[in-house]
């Protein structure tokens, strides 16, 4: 059977926004404060041709900032037919910059650099300044800045080191600011999103929680037509939202798999069956730990774990839909808790691939299903709200993100027997100590990693060789940027004492403080 992604976008909303994306690391925290305003937005790659972008029938476009210098040699463009469709366009940082290249004004070096907070005097406020007085605070993030204007461009708003720091153009159509009014040190960014949103593309706040599940639900009883689907659960909150949605649809006819992989942590399986036992849903637990082990054997490369257990997963979920069939019939489809920040880091989007993930980058060419991904196009705190919607507990609504791959892509180097168990003492000990300390809430994630380092270290007089340990606790929105939290020195004394007492093998631990970008939120 073909692969046949599903084809629902999320309640079909009739205003959404295009941001194109020119590999800011903000590209994606732009499309979720669009959403927070109540507009739909989607990414697009900053080389998406005119009529792609007009099939989303947008009534805005945003350029995202990024790394490049318009004036280099390569330097990303957008289709230059963008500026005459007639569709209101802001650019933000590069965005801005690449608006006043190609419509013929000058970008240059900056001899003073902008990185930080920065003061904005605003000199005419137009339609997108409207309302939030003569001075803003603003966060500043670049290394050029324009000369001079095209023809036809009034200033807005200047700093002290930019004189153009927010200008207008094309009849009120052409808007671009010199900072990110979508980072939290913007204060009144979300205003000025709004006033783009609203004042100048005439958007109005449609876009919901509610909105979504109110329409998915038909949207998914009309595409899966009748048939049974078969859910590949983790008992993360992305696969239960995905699977509590679509049972809302079909009811009986979604049967949910849950595949002990061996890569889980310690209680996993428990767990799942427990916060599931009240939802109605027919679970069934398939033990294929002897299997993932072998697929892994030998292999140290992270994107071939990624391959092999995403491929692993498909082969298991396709022998038990053949048992299920005898069983029950036909089962031609797949749900899946795919979401955006899965499309996005797979390459699926308009980022370069970063990782693949087993439900995106890692099926296989002759997968025999058809899949149903009624999440793909939600972010996580979205795919939460959905879950809040649906009824689901809080426990499972705040549960932490857990990668599809598991443990496997935790611990650096070949996969064994001997260090999942390592590996699974160290992550027990970490998240009973985040929870004893009462942090959990607090955390998009924290648990351990096996550095696949070796070093020396002493015991009872006695000099050991053991394996270091490293400890990742992350704060975040969505999971597409994240900061490294700062745990409470006693905290971290009570892991590191904790894992070098408990855990066989281990004699160093460390703290991860790497932020993302440029790190990952994962090791591998």
């Known amino acids: 059977m073909s692969d046949a992604r599903s084809p629902l976008s999320p309640a079909e909303p009739a205003e959404r926004v295009v941001i194109l ?8 925290l732009i499309a979720r404060r669009v959403r927070e305003l109540g ?67 000058r970008v240059a070096r900056a001899e003073e650099r902008e990185y930080g907070p920065a003061t904005l005097e605003v000199e005419e406020p137009g339609r997108l300044l409207a309302g939030l007085g003569p001075r803003l605070e603003v966060w500043m ?18 700093t002290a080191a930019s004189p ?17 009014p979508e ?26 929680m509610a909105g979504f599940v109110e329409e998915a639900v038909p949207a998914l009883r009309r595409q899966l037509e009748g048939a049974r689907a078969l859910c590949a659960l983790s008992g993360g909150v992305d696969s239960t939202v995905a699977a509590v949605l679509v049972h809302r649809a079909i009811g009986p006819r979604l049967a949910c798999v849950f595949v002990d992989t061996g890569l889980l942590r310690a209680g996993e399986v428990e767990e799942v069956q427990e916060s599931l036992a009240g939802l109605g849903i027919d679970l069934r637990v398939v033990d294929a730990r002897d299997r993932f082990l ?123 027997a001997e260090r999942l168990e390592r590996l699974r003492a160290c992550d027990r000990i970490v998240r009973e100590e985040i929870r004893r300390a009462g942090l959990e809430g607090r955390l998009w994630q924290a648990f351990a990693v096996l550095t696949g380092t ?43 004492r904790r894992l070098a007492n408990e855990v066989e093998g281990v004699n160093r631990v460390v703290y991860d403080i790497t932020s993302k970008p440029p790190a990952t939120i994962e090791w591998e």
């Open 21 to 28: 994306d020119f590999g800011s690391q903000y590209g994606h």
């Open 39 to 105: 507009v739909y937005s989607e990414v697009l790659p900053h080389n998406a041709p005119l009529a792609q972008i007009l099939r989303h029938r947008p009534r805005g476009v945003i350029l995202s900032g990024g790394p490049a210098s318009v004036y280099e040699p390569g330097a990303p463009q957008c289709d230059p037919g963008l500026w005459h469709a007639g569709v209101p366009v802001l650019g933000i940082c590069y965005g801005m910059q690449l608006m006043v290249h190609q419509l013929g004004g």
């Open 141 to 158: 993030s670049h290394g050029d800045r324009v000369e001079t204007l095209p023809p036809g461009f009034t200033v807005l708003a200047r």
């Open 164 to 180: 153009f720091a927010a200008v207008e153009g094309g009849g009120g159509r052409w808007l671009g600011v010199q900072f990110h």
């Open 183 to 208: 980072v939290g040190h913007t204060p009144r960014g979300r205003e000025i999103l709004a006033n783009f949103l609203y004042g100048v593309c005439g958007c109005r706040a449609g876009w919901t």
């Open 294 to 416: 072998a697929a892994l054997d030998g292999i140290a490369d992270p994107e071939a774990k990624r391959k092999a257990v995403g491929e692993t997963f498909i082969r298991v979920f396709e022998e038990e839909a053949r048992q299920l069939a005898e069983e029950l019939g036909s089962i031609p489809f797949l749900v899946q808790g795919t979401t955006y920040p899965d499309v996005i880091e797979s390459g699926g989007g308009a980022a370069a691939t970063i990782k693949s993930h087993h439900n995106v980058g890692g099926l296989p060419p002759d997968l025999a299903f058809r899949l149903v991904e009624p999440l793909r196009y939600l972010f996580k705190d979205e795919v939460r709200e959905v879950g809040r919607r649906l009824g689901l507990p809080e426990a499972i609504v705040q549960r932490q993100p857990f990668p599809g791959p598991g443990l496997a892509i935790r611990m650096a180097g070949p996969v064994t």
């Open 454 to 496: 070796p070093t020396v270290g002493v015991m009872g007089d006695r000099r050991t060789y053991g394996e270091a340990v490293a400890v990742r606790a992350v704060t975040s929105g969505d999971g597409m940027t994240a900061d490294w939290a700062r745990l409470p020195h006693e905290v971290l004394d009570r892991i590191a």
